[in-house]
């Protein structure tokens, strides 16, 4: 059964934005929602969460460049990205937990690949 449901990714150029969306019932089990990256040849690391009550964080290298967002009424959460780079390549993935760190505890989805190129 697949938990989480990833899209909104695609090819980008540099300088570009790209809104990735979360679906999954597990946000009603959680407080807290994750977004993660794997870039190629990466480890899969966590670059943005939020919580139920609006706590948001996020890793240095996407600051001032993505929002997150959530809508619990819907089971969805956004990942709006904006001066997109080359590094922030990779396969975008969201999962759930406790708090930062730690949001990674249901199995991973599918992922939504992003490509910035020109």
């Known amino acids: 059964q697949v938990q989480f449901v990833e899209s909104g990714g695609g090819l980008v150029q540099p300088g570009g934005s790209l809104t990735l969306s979360c679906a999954s019932s597990?946000?009603?089990?959680?407080?807290?929602m994750g977004w993660y990256r794997q870039a190629p040849g990466k480890q899969r690391e966590l670059i943005a969460s939020?919580?139920?009550?609006?706590?948001?964080n996020f890793k240095d290298f996407v600051k001032g460049r993505f929002t997150i967002s959530r809508d619990d009424a819907k089971n969805t959460a956004q990942l709006q990205m904006s001066r997109l780079k080359p590094e922030d390549t990779g396969v975008y993935y969201c999962?759930?937990?406790?708090?930062?760190?730690?949001?990674?505890?249901?199995?991973w989805g599918q992922g939504t690949q992003v490509t910035v190129s020109a």
């Open positions: 999962n759930v937990g406790s708090g930062w760190p730690q949001l990674d505890l249901e199995p």
């Open positions: 597990l946000f009603s089990g959680y407080s807290t």
């Open positions: 939020i919580s139920r009550g609006g706590n948001i």
